[in-house]
């Protein structure tokens, strides 16, 4: 499911030099970011449930029909590396307008493509520019709210992405059974370009900071950032591992559930996405027991559930009923570590915040596309039951990672980060 994105981030810091709003943002513009954002990463997960169909179409096997999957994480990890940092120096509306122009062609070439290589091109630049929309509708977001309403609006833009994340499977099955795979690219396409005129005429002007850091000075921060602290290196990996399960089930399920004896169609595959809520939905007290100082034993509870998910799920063949309650553990094992994770992160370096963001969801991306290659590869030798137990088996390394590295988050999170603070956007 939930892979570039997966489930949501935390938005990137605010623009220093964005004027302070002296009144609540509007409703209507509020909602704007949401849906804007929802329809965002959306794009970035429509495949997943199109993999049997793009194999069938390409003449692709299903081992190396994940590298789809991969090619668009690849994209994301580029966004979150080389393009989100662009909104500190870049005016966000017409960043927001480029953006989303590409992003429209880059849609409309998946739709077009005749080769694997033009289908891996048009997959990649979709990941790279729903990845920079998403999160940059996110940091847009918290710069033009007023600071008694930025929790509100920032938590709207981020349900946003949520329910984008759940649709996508469910709205790409859909027009897949009806129009084919490449009619959910043109229909998304046509829906990015439906946004676009609200998007340039509501959103407000933000100046950009006048004299912000070099563009190659903040990435290299982001180097710093990231061999200094122990916690993001921690909780990175954990997340790696953590969006590797995720992929290694939802990139293979679609194998096993659309042949017989189950024949379920896309709609029926991707409406399972939102069984997954359920469980998301019980794991939002996570970052609040963090606040309270359980960030370890949430932690340890997670991964547990995380790993126990997969014996539901092994009995798939046998009961769907198994198989819904696998989904709900596993969304819920996984949301409630991804938000300790930030809880833990975001206390390190809070002059950091954006870099923090972008570092953290690097390892997303990555876990990503290991898990979506891996699991195919997995089912075109081992079938099913092979993929569970690859999934039981990186899972298990999660839970055996934190536990040797317990210690370590703890007496980071005691000291605080003991490291001068790094660069800011402005220049010194």
Not at 239 to 266: D, E, K, R, T, Y
Not at 340 to 367: D, K, W
Not at 371 to 387: K, L, S
Request: charge should be positive; aromatic fraction near 8%.
């Amino acid at each position: 499911m939930k892979a570039c994105t997966a489930p949501p981030s935390p938005p990137p810091l605010p623009q220093r030099c964005a004027p302070a709003q002296s009144a609540d943002m509007p409703r209507g513009l509020v909602w704007l970011f949401a849906v804007a954002s929802g329809l965002s990463v959306a794009n970035v997960y429509y495949a997943q449930p199109l993999l049997d169909a793009l194999a069938q179409d390409f003449g692709i096997s299903h081992a190396a029909v994940g590298g789809v999957v991969t090619a668009t994480q690849t994209g994301c990890a580029l966004a979150l590396l080389l393009l989100v940092p662009l909104g500190d120096r870049v005016e966000r509306r017409r960043l927001m307008a480029l953006q989303l122009l590409a992003l429209t062609a880059a849609l409309v070439a998946v739709a077009m493509a005749q080769s694997v290589p033009a289908l891996l091109a048009g997959m990649l630049a979709v990941g790279l520019l729903g990845t920079a929309m998403t999160q940059g509708l996110i940091a847009y977001a918290a710069s033009a709210a007023a600071p008694q309403a930025q929790g509100r609006v920032v938590g709207a833009a981020q349900g946003g992405v949520f329910i984008g994340l759940l649709l996508a499977r469910v709205f790409a099955g859909g027009i897949s059974d009806v129009a084919g795979w490449r009619g959910v690219y043109l229909c998304a396409a046509a829906l990015m370009l439906l946004i676009a005129l609200p998007l340039w005429r509501r959103l407000p002007v933000l100046a950009a900071a006048p004299d912000a850091m070099g563009y190659w000075r903040l990435i290299a921060s982001m180097l710093t950032l990231l061999q200094e602290e122990k916690v993001l290196q921690v909780r990175g990996v954990l997340a790696l591992l953590m969006f590797a399960a995720f992929n290694i089930f939802w990139s293979a399920l679609v194998f096993p559930l659309s042949a017989p004896p189950h024949g379920f169609s896309h709609t029926a595959i991707g409406a399972l996405g939102l069984v997954g809520a359920v469980g998301a939905l019980a794991a939002t007290r996570a970052g609040q027991w963090a606040d309270h100082g359980h960030a370890q034993r949430t932690s340890a509870a997670a991964l547990v559930v995380l790993l126990l998910a997969w014996w539901p799920l092994s009995l798939m063949e046998r009961s769907l009923g198994a198989l819904l309650v696998g989904i709900v553990l596993l969304d819920m094992g996984g949301q409630a570590l991804h938000v300790t994770n930030q809880s833990m992160i975001f206390r390190t370096r809070p002059e950091a915040h954006s870099r923090l963001v972008g570092l953290y969801m690097l390892f997303y991306a990555v876990g990503s596309g290991l898990g979506a290659i891996g699991t195919t590869v997995t089912y075109a030798r081992a079938g099913w039951q092979g993929v569970c137990l690859l999934g039981a088996a990186v899972s298990g390394l999660a839970l055996l990672f934190w536990w040797v590295t317990r210690r370590v988050t703890s007496q980071e999170m005691q000291q605080g980060s003991p490291q001068a603070p790094l660069p800011t956007t402005k220049q010194e």
